[in-house]
């Protein structure tokens, strides 16, 4: 069995908030991993690894990030610590547009600054969550169509969705080879 806090569980038990027997049970090899704003030095390695990590989950094409993404990322606090990161590489990797990920686009996904643009702008700016899913249904499917030279049928089994419905998803959004 594993177990984790972020809690001082001495302390804890001093303060009446935690059981020693409970603990003792627990604590046969104790590890303690420092939060990552304390090693920064771990942040390319996980960003790659979760890149690539949802690039063969998700059977889209591995996206790189750019120095200066690395360098804005290791500027950021990672109060959630990993689990955070992890969701925030996710997130530039389906809303950031181009081949690599930059810092512009850390800027407006992951650190809140700045004013999105192109896709990810216009995508970020719906005014209903409902045309917030639309649009970004809209740009993740004409992304991989274009991935796939629009080979409708290889879209399809990458993103794994019947044929049919892509092609109704496409005739919905007016999607064309040129758009």
């Given amino acids: 069995m594993i177990a984790a806090t972020n809690k001082d569980l001495a302390r804890a038990i001093e303060a009446g908030d935690f059981r020693e027997d409970l603990f003792y049970r627990l604590n046969v090899v104790p590890i303690d991993v420092p939060p990552l704003r304390e090693r920064r030095e771990d942040i390319p390695m996980l960003v790659q690894h979760f890149a690539e990590m949802m690039a063969k989950r998700d059977h889209v094409t591995p996206r790189s990030f750019d120095a200066g993404a690395i360098e804005h990322l290791l500027g950021l606090p990672w109060p959630g610590n990993v689990r955070e990161l992890r969701n925030t590489v ?35 700016s719906a005014d209903t969550f409902a045309d917030f899913k639309d649009r970004a249904e809209r740009a993740y499917i004409a992304r991989h169509l274009r991935e796939n030279d629009w ?8 993103i794994d969705m019947p044929r049919s419905n892509l092609y109704k998803k496409i005739e919905k959004y007016g999607l064309t080879r040129e758009s």
């Fill in 90 to 124: 996710e997130r530039l990797m389906i809303l950031s547009s181009g081949e690599r990920v930059r810092a512009e686009d850390v800027d407006v996904l992951a650190a809140g600054k700045g004013q999105a643009h192109g896709a990810t702008g216009e995508i970020l």
């Fill in 151 to 158: 080979n409708v049928a290889e879209t399809a089994r990458r």
